[in-house]
C-alpha cells in the first residue's frame, strides 16, 4: 500500500475575501477538502469524478503557489484560477464552476 503525504495548508495559506483585505478578521484559513468537493462536484456528470477532481486540485494548487503573498491567497484569485483550468479540462465543469463561485462584484 502506498501514502501519500500533503502539506496541512490550512496552517499556513490563507483565504482573503476582499482585495486589499489583510486584516486577520477577513482572512480564512485555506480548506483543501472544501477545493476538492467544489471541484468534484462540478465535474460530477464524468465517469471518472473522484479522481478528475483530486488531480484538479494538485493543478490548482501548482498554479496558485508562485502566486502567493505572504501566505495569502485572494479569493477571486482562487477561483479564477480554478476556474480557467476547469476550462482547458471540462467546459461544462467550468460552467458548473462558475455558476456556484461568482467573482466578487
Known sequence: MTTHEATDLGATLRIANNKPAKRASSLRPFDRDHLFI???????????????????????LAELRPKLQDGIVQRDELVTTTKTILQRFDTAAATMYQAYHPLSA
Open 38 to 60: 467544489s471541484i468534484y462536484e462540478s465535474c460530477k456528470h464524468r465517469p471518472s469524478a473522484v479522481s478528475d477532481a483530486a488531480a484538479l486540485v494538485q493543478t490548482v
